[in-house]
């Protein structure tokens, strides 16, 4: 009985107090400040990518294709073939056979 009337007196003094809040007093204009910074956020965002344009994408995609049909070119030649058969012998990475303990 003891702890009963003691958990009635705090939950009382709680409830009392919720009434010793005080109405908080907003600005009238705190939703149009909050949602204008908001949107700033949003612009400054779209103004990174902004200089990507569809132009500029287009262009930069040509140009990839392009390095890429050179680079392509390149590797098939047969002096890049040569080149890469000369670094191989120079420097001993050849078809050469070794001997191991597991053969």
Do not use: H
């Not at 009985?1 to 107090?17: C, E, F, G, Y």
């Amino acid at each position: 009985m003891m702890k009963d009337s003691r958990i009635n007196k705090k939950v009382n003094a709680t409830l009392n107090a919720v009434e010793t809040i005080q109405e908080v007093k907003v600005s009238p204009f705190l939703k149009d400040r909050i949602l204008n910074n908001l949107t700033v956020d949003k612009e400054e965002t779209l103004k990174v990518w902004s200089w990507f344009t569809p132009k500029f994408q287009l262009a930069t995609l040509i140009v990839v294709i392009l390095l890429n049909i050179y680079a392509y070119k390149v590797l098939t030649s047969d002096n890049y073939n040569t080149t890469v058969e000369e670094f191989v012998d120079t420097y001993g990475f050849g078809d050469e056979t070794y001997t191991s303990i597991f053969d």
